[in-house]
């Protein structure tokens, strides 16, 4: 959500910052802009509504010479995309430039305050309102840019990751954050600035990831200057990326999507790789036998997560409660920041989030640390804001995910919260240990699985052609495949803009098989695990009523198949596993059927990959 990337040293700043912005596309975005400076005492600034390709056009006849400079893609918050609303904003005079991903929740009534004071708004941004601040108490207090800065965000209500350039100071950006993520990146003799590694690694794999309240003052030869808002002095260790260039790339895939998609048999090896032992006698994940007690005298577990991720905690809350035998709650973290939650100290919080960065659940684990509960994270990006501020976590290590539409990160949680479930029963003796063998060895055919899934796809893409027209769908499961079923309806609506709807199967008649008609596809998770006969007996009372049922089955299935109208075969597997497998042909048939509607898979409207603000 927004994206900031910014360069200071001896290389021309423009060509890195737009293929920085490229890099950031993925976060979602609509519109996007570039400030740089010259050592001719010229602070420029060109955006443009719309892609990045659309500010590179713009920008072909400007002067766009200098070493350093700051970029952003916007996602709209508070005024519409437009040319007057994209960032970088001037100040009064410009002779500042500022962009900011996050939001100014008390911007109406400082904005009110310095129209007072005969400032002039050229957007409708809260981020604006930032910039003339700032600038403000500079010329106010007759203070360096660096005091302003601290003293500005000293009077802000909200989240905050911004950069800042002065006219004609050209050594020295300025950069700051508050519960919106901002990487340093460390090169030779240069820095790069953004909101996540993305566009750094190409450059550098060395980093900085700023903490809250915290100030850089990035200067060309110098090692960046680091403060607190407060002007107490800070320390940063410099960490290694493990990311590198080749996974930002789409590899001869069409869509970033697609490639995610069939990435899944490697990234859940390299999830599982040093976890499970080769023998499957043992699942070691440090993040629990390091506080093995906590888990052990656990009242309760939370987990919290946001869209995707929630859907995760959902087969998290059947892992744990199956094998540990703890209860489980699943919350959506917005919510739950809000509702004066009941936390106790001997409870277990567990934050989900792809990117680490996500606002709500970063809000949702502050407020379980306040009340002493012990909070565990997983998530995908290494230095992230959930894994430096949680007690202990796994990471899920799938590699940069930049299709908006989360896939392979998903599998990957899912994988992680299996593990975790076996390794606290393990301890619990919740589960004798030759079923716990069993189960590690079912769970390490995962992957070749997936595999065999994945040779469907053209199967898959014939059938999503039949269906690419419809207005609505509706998707079923039960047990542990009911979570797969709000999975599978959510990536249909974020990338081909159709309405879809998840439902336990067994609901059907409590309301919405009033729906049922021919023109309804209904997509039914009918393997042959657990309540088999159930599935069966809700796809008969679809049929019907004469809807169109697509149905997933297990391999060899003869009875689902004489009743749904289509059917897509996979692997048998334990019930608990189920949705590693269910999961991959509804991202197949999402993906198809929004390539068929010519839709923006990658970059779905109005949608951002990590949302960083409220």
Known sequence: MCGIVGYIGEQDAYPILIKGLHRLEYRGYDSAGIAVANSGDELKI??????VDDLEEF??????????GIAHTRWATHGEPSNANAHPHYSESENLALIHNGIIENYAVLKQQLINKGFHFRSNTDTEVLV??????KDLNKVDLCTAIQLALSEIVGAYAIAVLEKGVTDRIIVARKSSPLVLGIGDNEYFIASDASPIVEYTNKVIYLEDEEIA???????????TIKNVEKSHEIIELEMNISQLEKGGYPHFMLKEIFEQPQTLRDCMRGRIDISCQ????SGIIDHKERFLDARRIIILACGTSWHAGLVGKYLFESFCRIPVEVEYSSEFRYRNPVIYPDDIIIAISQSGETADTLAAVELARKSGAFVYGICNVVGSSIARNTDSGSYTHVGPEIGVASTKAFTAQLVVLSMMALCIAREKKTIPDERIKALLKELNRIPDKIEKILQSNELISDLSKIFTYAHNFIYLGRGFNYPIALEGALKLKEISYIHAEGYPAAEMKHGPIALIDTEMPVVAIATDNGMYEKVISNIQEIKARNGRVIAVVSENDTVVKSIADYVIEIPATEDCFDPLLTTIPLQLLSYHIAVNKRRDVDMPRNLAKSVTVE
Request: proline residues 5%; aromatic residues 6%; hydrophobic residues 35%.
């Open 46 to 51: 060109y955006k443009a509504k719309g892609r």
């Open 59 to 68: 920008c072909r006849s400007k002067d766009i010479s200098g070493n350093i």
């Open 132 to 137: 003339q601040l700032i600038e403000y108490i």
């Open 217 to 227: 003052i990035v200067s060309r030869n110098e090692p960046p200057r680091i403060l």
């Open 282 to 285: 043992h699942v070691v994940l």
